[in-house]
C-alpha cells in the first residue's frame, strides 16, 4: 500500500505525463539506430559476400561500449547534457550515413562501431540524466528502448515486403538496407526534440539553480580565498571545490590561473583516496548487478547470432518476411515485453532469468538439428500482417 501511495504521489507530480513521454521518446530515438543494425546484420554481412560474418557485425555494435561510458564517466561530467546530446546526435546522423553509403564491409564496420557507440553513450548520459528526475520515469526510458527494437524489426519487415512486391525481384531487398538507414534519420530529430522540447526538468535542479554554499577540505590551501568555510579532510567532491574557486575569482577579479590549477592538482591528489574509496563501494554495490547484466548481453548475442546460422543459406535474404529479420521481430517482441513489464512486474532475483536465458541459448544451438524454434517463430510472423 505505502508503495502504490507513493507512485500515486510520484505520478500527480508536476511535468510527470510529459516527461514520461519524453523519455519514452527520447529511449526511442535513441535506440531506433543500432535495432535497425541488428536486425540488419545478417543482410549487411550478405550484402558484402560475407555470410559467415554475422558475429562480427553484433561484435562491431558493442565494442566502443566500454570506452564511451568510461569516457562520459570520468571525463565529461562538467559537460552539459544538452551539449552532450547535441554531439551524439550529430553523431548517429553520421553513423546512418555511413551505413547507408558504404562501399566496403570494413567502412560498413567502422559505421556500426559509431551507431553502437551512439547508442550506449546516449545511454549513459539519459540514465545519468534521469537522477534529477522522479525514479518512475526509468521505466520510461526502459520501455522507449524496447520499442524501439520492436519498431526497427517491424520496419524492416514490412518495408522488405514492400520492395519484393513492387520489384518482383527477391535480390532487390539487398537494396533495403540503405532505404532503412536513411529513413531512421529522422530519429537524430526527435531524439533533439525530446530532450529539448519535451523533457521539463524539476526546478530545484536545473543547471542554474543557485550552488549550495561550498565547504573546501582542509587539505587545498585557503590563504588564497580566506573566505571560504573549511569542513573535515574529504568532505566535498572536486567539482564543487572548483565551484568555489571559479566564483570567488568572478567576484574578486585578481585569482591568478597557475595558483588555481595549482589548487586544483593539490586537491585532486589529497582527494584520490577517497574518489578511489567511493568507486570501491559502489562497485560493490552494483557487481552483482552488472555481472547479471554482461552474462544477458553475451547470451543473447549468442542467441541472435545463432539466428544466421539455423537455416539453410539460401533461405535468407529472400521471401516476405525474410527469414533473417523475422527471427529478430520475434526476439524484440519479448525485449519490449520484459522491458515494458518493469511497470507492472519486479524481478528481484534477476540470476534466474540468465538461468532460462541460458537454456534458450542451447537450444539455439542445437537448433540447427531441431529447427522447432524458428518454425513456430516464422509462423507467429507470418500472422502480423493479418493482425496489422
Request: aromatic fraction near 10%; proline fraction near 4%.
Amino acid at each position: 500500500m505505502e508503495d502504490s501511495g507513493e507512485e500515486s504521489a510520484s505520478r500527480s507530480s508536476p511535468n510527470f505525463r510529459r516527461n514520461w513521454f519524453g523519455f519514452f521518446i527520447l529511449g526511442l530515438a535513441n535506440t531506433l539506430p543500432y535495432a535497425i543494425v541488428s536486425t540488419a546484420a545478417n543482410t549487411i554481412a550478405d550484402s558484402f559476400d560475407k555470410g559467415r560474418f554475422v558475429a562480427t557485425v553484433y561484435g562491431a555494435g558493442g565494442s566502443a561500449t566500454i570506452i564511451v561510458k568510461a569516457v562520459n564517466t570520468f571525463f565529461l561530467t562538467n559537460v552539459s547534457y544538452g551539449s552532450r546530446i547535441l554531439v551524439n546526435s550529430a553523431l548517429m546522423l553520421i553513423g546512418l550515413a555511413g551505413l547507408a553509403f558504404a562501399n566496403s564491409f570494413i567502412l560498413a564496420i567502422f559505421a556500426i562501431v559509431l551507431v553502437g557507440a551512439v547508442n550506449a553513450f546516449g545511454e549513459n548520459v539519459a540514465l545519468g540524466y534521469l537522477a534529477r528526475f522522479d525514479g518512475k520515469l526509468v521505466n520510461a526510458w526502459s520501455s522507449g528502448t524496447g520499442m524501439a527494437g520492436l519498431a526497427g524489426a517491424a520496419m524492416y519487415v514490412l518495408f522488405g515486403c514492400l520492395i519484393e512486391s513492387v520489384n518482383g525481384k527477391e535480390d532487390e531487398l539487398q537494396k533495403l538496407d540503405r532505404w532503412a538507414f536513411m529513413l531512421v534519420i529522422p530519429a537524430a530529430i526527435a531524439y533533439l526534440i525530446a530532450f529539448f522540447q519535451i523533457i521539463r526538468e524539476p526546478a530545484s535542479t536545473h543547471p542554474y539553480h543557485p550552488p549550495a554554499p561550498v565547504a573546501v577540505p582542509q587539505a587545498l590551501p585557503t590563504t588564497l580565498y580566506p573566505n571560504i568555510q573549511q569542513d573535515s579532510k574529504d568532505s566535498r567532491p572536486l567539482l564543487q571545490c572548483t565551484a568555489a574557486i571559479v566564483q570567488r575569482t568572478n567576484e574578486a577579479g585578481s585569482t591568478n590561473e597557475v595558483e588555481i590549477r595549482q589548487s586544483r592538482w593539490s586537491h585532486f591528489i589529497h582527494s584520490l583516496p577517497t574518489r578511489l574509496k567511493r568507486y570501491k563501494t559502489c562497485l560493490g554495490l552494483v557487481a552483482l548487478l552488472a555481472i547479471n547484466l554482461g552474462a544477458s548481453q553475451f547470451l543473447s548475442y549468442v542467441i541472435r547470432t545463432a539466428g544466421a546460422q539455423a537455416r539453410h543459406s539460401a533461405e535468407y535474404d529472400k521471401g516476405c518476411p525474410e527469414l533473417y529479420a523475422s527471427l529478430q521481430l520475434c526476439f524484440q517482441a519479448g525485449v519490449f515485453t520484459s522491458r515494458s513489464s518493469v511497470q507492472i512486474l519486479r524481478i528481484r532475483k534477476v540470476a534466474v532469468l540468465n538461468i532460462l536465458q541460458g537454456i534458450n541459448m542451447i537450444v539455439w544451438i542445437l537448433n540447427q538439428q531441431v529447427q522447432i524454434t524458428i518454425k513456430m517463430c516464422t509462423i507467429f510472423i507470418n500472422l502480423l500482417p493479418i493482425a496489422l
